[in-house]
């Protein structure tokens, strides 16, 4: 089964946030799994969640996000809907995402000296 999750909130396209959601993904067994955070200009507000695993794995992810609780963020609604599309492995997007923890480090760096 393939899933589209919609998180609104406060935060939650916060790159610590992300890694820790994907975490839990590993945890449930959800193994292709990716987190898009809107890009410039769009809603910030909005984080997508795309999935893919056994029906049983997914439910029990859906359950985990509507408990889950983060410093910093506060999630105001969840949804779900079917999805058709590709979904990276959730090595992939680990790796992306320590690219992106990578370049934000590199910044701040920049920005100190």
Sequence with gaps: MKLKITMDGINVQDIGFRAFLAEKALAWGIYNYQAIKAWPGEDQSKLIIKIEAEDKRIANFLRVLQQIEYSGVSIAKISSENYEGDIVSLLVYM????????RGLDNLKHENQ
């Design 95 to 102: 790796s992306a995402l320590t690219c992106e923890i990578g």
